[in-house]
């Protein structure tokens, strides 16, 4: 047995001892323990000792006990084994048995009315059973003793559950692993042909100790090295060699040495980091238990903050190339542990892969995650709720390929269109007397087909409103959409009757043969196969929840390990991570109650009081792999965490380890290592300011601007003729970005999609209050002055078409919008008399150097008077819209009069325009500049931004400022401004604070 505190002599005594081994070429050397990482680690050790790694084969402890078991197994040993579903089962049916449940009432009343609660306790004893296994074997052996008597109520009941459990699976001629290891042992005990046998086909085992390896696992071990060779490199800490308290104490409780009967080789550990440095002063520091010397702060041991994952990962970047820039570090010589790796994989495939700034690496650990498999189909289906009918889950069951393929429905936008238009929210079919009808799958199925078939817009049978939007090929699509939904509906109502094991199998083997064609899913075959382990001859009825809990890891995500490849910087999880020797350490992550993970104990767990099991805990673990991430490294340590709370700014603290270990280091120093703390975006002032603070962005401002400008933005050729709307023309005034990226470049920032709502609305929200006001001024409708009749008719419609809460909500909430904007209807119908204005069309010509423009629109116009509103909290749009409009429809002499109803400080503002006074506010000569910089704009960027919310003019300074706030930023903005050329090219940022002045001076008159 060779023991050392860090793992590369380890490794090097394992070289020495393969190049003399006299293994043949046919047998394998069998290394047990090392995981993905560390197998590659120790491969390219081998190979720099030994010129070779032939002829090795790595593998985990489970599989040698499987080899060993069947090298020692009798000839006549027949039975087959028991995968975890099976034994979970057989545990479950155990805690169903009369006998048990009489003999112990106060543990069968927790779940005897919920087999949900049964199933669960039945994973978690399946769980603990297989930890008795592991820390106390011989446990099981007592409870099979007649005399034995257990020491306490509850281990009582589980030895009575274990009896009960064992006796199922014998019967059914299965075993599990308790089989196994008494197997072994046994066979050790009465077989010497077998020892033999097993010495010739396992001469020899190498196995890394590592810190969770226990003690009964060493004693199989020590048991049959007199028939096989049995190395032990035993990466641990001799606690016999620290002071009480100490780090290295406090931080390695998980790896104390297991005591064995073989000589113990202690391998001479020293510091691997290179003298004169904070990191090799802090590792002596350790292993001497000294005070650091004198911390000098030379960049070797570095502490980050950030606000997110995302900018951890920039933050090493940042760190990384300077570390290029004044050093040698290869980047195999970089290892960077992420503590939850899963939420740093797409940072570290952005940032790595920066064209300027490409550096090689490798994701241990990465997963890919089929969600699109024909299992995970099958799961979302069992899973998706009847009761409720969500719209947009429904939606996602089809976007399943499996799904598609089968029903051959193609077009998921148009049925996410469909839906919305029909107001299907809630349930397949619903109570007609409180208005639920309205919003049901089955209404708004009909609404639809009756609609498309019969060509009608309006009321059919005196209640359904019909819907016509499906013609031609797309009733294809309805017709297929309808009979999916309602076979889902009649398949899901069977989950409501309680059946058994043997019924349930069925309606799940005939669910997929519905659902998928089956002859080409291999997925789904596997599974109706290992349906056949389930415990069928049970008469016990179970609920559809229950099953689902059953199925639960047959049904888990399909996923894979990316084979990564090999070369460059080494990413890897931090948890139960293997650390391996590296140049540059970094450790992303050390976040408060994130680090060391917090493992809470079971109340019945029996060996919750025994001192191994409690010092091999998880959070034990996670202390050792710190000490090991601090002692493993020869040049620089890199520590960050999340620092700060991104939307509160709340200064949050690092994991306990960082702590202590920041605490170790600064006492009684004169210089203190202090973290630095990185602001929430890149783009800050901060870094320009801060020595401290490195980014690599700094280094990209230093481009010519107008190199990047002319060759991203370059003028394009435009036709000689456009038709454009007024929505286009006053868009560009308010966001030219968002314009020169739409029409000029043909790019969309596509916004996050909103999902298909799942219940009406109870009361109105300001977009819904909105929605209303406008249907009431396009319908010309002043509530208090029509009929009863037509009251209804309106709310009936407005039901329908989801804009109002069901039931007498819905009169409640049109009061309400009424009450709220009672001065805006009572001055608007004032103007405009009972009838409700003609929406008149409108057409302006203007030619600009050869280009002729067309800027059409609708108007609504009675009297020759134009009167339109703009009652809401952004009025820019509105107010230019009025504004152009009036321009065009004043000088085509289509009206006499444009009147604007706005709000301003919150009361109710009218304005009254007429073609006399028109130069007064919007002179010819603004308007021809206006359209000529709209021409540019066509063919050229031209900066255009008025951050809707400011009232109140502000110099170039406040301007520039305000625009870091991010409610003001559209993305468009956002995307262009803070590139590099943008905010440090004068000539750019002049231009747009000269056009914010002329739109905030031409707003601001009205």
């Given at each position: ?303 980050q903050g950030h606000y997110t994952p995302f900018r951890e990962i920039e933050g090493l970047l940042n760190s990384l190339i300077e570390k290029y820039h004044t050093t040698t570090v290869h980047a195999k010589d970089i290892v960077v542990y992420c ?37 995970q189909a099958l799961s979302a289906l069992l899973a998706y709720r009847v009761e409720i009918m969500d719209p947009e889950e429904l ?612």
């Amino acid at each position: 047995m060779f023991q050392s505190t860090l793992i590369q002599p380890l490794i090097k005594q394992l070289a020495l001892i393969l190049k003399h081994s006299k293994n043949s070429v046919f047998q394998p050397e069998y290394i047990v323990g090392a995981n993905a990482s560390t197998k590659s680690y120790i491969k390219e050790q081998l190979t720099t000792y030994n010129g070779v790694t032939a002829n090795l084969k790595f593998t985990s402890w489970n599989n040698v006990l499987q080899i060993i078991f069947r090298l020692l197994k009798p000839s006549n040993f027949v039975f087959e084994y028991a995968n975890t579903t099976t034994t979970t089962q057989y545990l479950y049916n155990a805690l169903s048995e009369t006998n048990f449940i009489a003999q112990f009432p106060e543990i069968s009343n927790y779940y005897s009315k919920d087999k949900r609660k049964q199933y669960g306790l039945a994973k978690k004893i399946n769980h603990l059973f297989e930890e008795y296994l592991r820390y106390q074997p011989q446990l099981f052996k007592q409870w099979q003793t007649t005399t034995y008597s257990p020491k306490s109520p509850t281990e009582q009941w589980q030895q009575a559950l274990w009896k009960t459990y064992r006796e199922m699976l014998q019967q059914a001629n299965l075993y599990d692993s308790y089989t196994v290891l008494e197997t072994i042992y046994n066979e050790m005990s009465i077989n010497s042909d077998r020892l033999i046998y097993l010495g010739e086909k396992l001469p020899c085992i190498h196995f890394l100790h590592t810190a969770q390896t226990t003690t009964s696992e060493m004693q199989l071990l020590q048991a049959i090295r007199p028939y096989c060779t049995v190395y032990l490199y035993s990466h641990s800490v001799n606690h016999n060699s620290y002071n009480k308290g100490s780090l290295m104490q406090l931080w390695s409780n998980a790896a104390q040495s297991v005591q064995t009967d073989s000589t113990l080789q202690q391998i001479e550990h020293t510091a691997s980091a290179h003298k004169s440095t904070d990191l090799y002063n802090l590792q002596q520091s350790l292993y001497k238990q000294t005070e650091p010397i004198s911390y000098i702060g030379d960049h070797t041991i570095q502490i980050q903050g950030h606000y997110t994952p995302f900018r951890e990962i920039e933050g090493l970047l940042n760190s990384l190339i300077e570390k290029y820039h004044t050093t040698t570090v290869h980047a195999k010589d970089i290892v960077v542990y992420c503590n939850d790796l899963s939420n740093y994989i797409p940072a570290i495939h952005y940032f790595f892969n920066q064209p300027k700034y490409a550096i090689p690496y490798c994701i241990f650990g990465e997963y890919n995650y089929h969600t699109d498999t024909p299992l995970q189909a099958l799961s979302a289906l069992l899973a998706y709720r009847v009761e409720i009918m969500d719209p947009e889950e429904l939606l996602i069951l089809l976007q399943y390929p499996c799904l598609n393929k089968k029903f051959r429905i193609t077009d998921i936008e148009l049925l996410r269109k469909w839906i919305k238009q029909a107001n299907i929210r809630f349930q397949y079919e619903a109570d007609q007397t409180q208005d639920l009808h309205y919003i049901s799958w089955k209404n708004g199925l009909d609404r639809i087909l009756l609609g498309s078939c019969i060509g009608q817009q309006e009321e059919y049978n005196n209640d359904l409103l019909l819907l016509d939007v499906a013609e031609g090929a797309t009733m294809d699509q309805l017709i297929t959409f309808r009979y999916f939904v309602e076979q889902l509906y009649n398949y899901k109502q069977e989950t409501h009757t309680d059946k058994t094991i043997a019924q349930w199998i069925l309606y799940t083997q005939e669910l997929i043969e519905f659902f998928f064609i089956v002859e080409k899913e291999d997925e789904l075959r596997e599974f109706c196969k290992q349906l056949s382990d389930f415990y069928t001859n049970s008469p016990e009825v179970h609920d559809f929840e229950t099953w689902q809990m059953m199925l639960q890891p047959l049904l888990q995500n399909s996923q894979e390990s990316i084979p990564p490849t090999l070369g460059g910087i080494t990413f890897m999880g931090l948890k139960q991570a293997q650390v391996i020797p590296s140049t540059f350490t970094a450790v992303l992550g050390m976040s408060y109650n994130t680090f060391p993970t917090t493992q809470q104990g079971i109340s019945f767990d029996l060996l919750k009081d025994i001192e191994e099991y409690k010092v091999k805990s998880r959070k034990e673990y996670d202390k050792f792999t710190f000490l090991n991430l601090i002692l493993q490294t020869t040049d620089t340590l890199y520590i960050s965490y999340l620092s700060h709370h991104p939307k509160t700014n709340d200064e949050l603290p690092p994991s306990i380890l960082v702590e202590q270990l920041i605490a170790f280091i600064n006492q009684k120093t004169p210089q203190q290592l202090t973290v630095v703390h990185h602001p929430l975006q890149r783009y800050s002032t901060l870094y320009n300011r801060q020595i401290d603070l490195i980014s690599y962005t700094q280094n990209l401002t230093t481009i010519a601007s107008e190199e990047i400008i002319t060759s991203s933005l370059v003028p394009i050729d435009t036709p000689k003729e456009f038709i454009i709307s007024m929505t286009r023309l006053t868009g560009f005034y308010i966001d030219s970005f968002k314009q020169f990226y739409n029409y000029t470049l043909g790019i969309y920032i596509e916004e996050e999609q909103d999902t298909l709502p799942t219940a009406e609305p109870f009361e109105l929200a300001p977009v819904e209050l909105w929605q209303i006001r406008n249907y009431f001024f396009q319908h010309h409708i002043h509530w208090y002055t029509i009929s009863e009749k037509d009251k209804k008719h309106h709310l009936k419609l407005l039901k329908a078409q989801g804009l109002l809460p069901l039931n007498h909500l819905g009169e409640v909430s049109i009061d309400q919008a009424f009450s709220k904007y009672m001065p805006l209807y009572n001055t608007f119908f004032s103007l405009t008399g009972e009838n409700a204005p003609i929406q008149t069309p409108y057409q302006y010509n203007y030619t600009v150097e050869d280009t002729i423009y067309y800027i059409e629109g609708m108007a609504p116009i009675k009297n020759k008077q134009y009167c339109i509103t703009a009652y809401s909290t952004n009025t820019n749009r509105i107010i230019l819209d009025w504004l152009f409009t009036s321009y065009i429809l004043l000088k085509s002499h289509l009206c006499d009069t444009c009147i604007l109803l706005f709000n301003k400080n919150k009361e109710l503002k009218q304005k009254e325009l007429t073609l006399e006074q028109l130069d007064n506010y919007f002179s010819q000569s603004e308007w021809d500049n206006l359209l000529h910089t709209f021409h540019k704009g066509i063919k050229e960027f031209t900066p255009f931004y008025l951050p809707y919310e400011i009232n109140e003019y502000l110099t170039v300074d406040d301007y520039i400022e305000s625009l870091t706030v991010e409610a003001y930023l559209s993305p468009y903005v956002a995307k262009e401004l803070y590139k590099p050329y943008f905010l440090n090219n004068k000539e750019l940022t002049t231009a747009m604070f000269e056009n914010y002045k002329i739109m905030f001076n031409l707003i601001n008159r009205i």
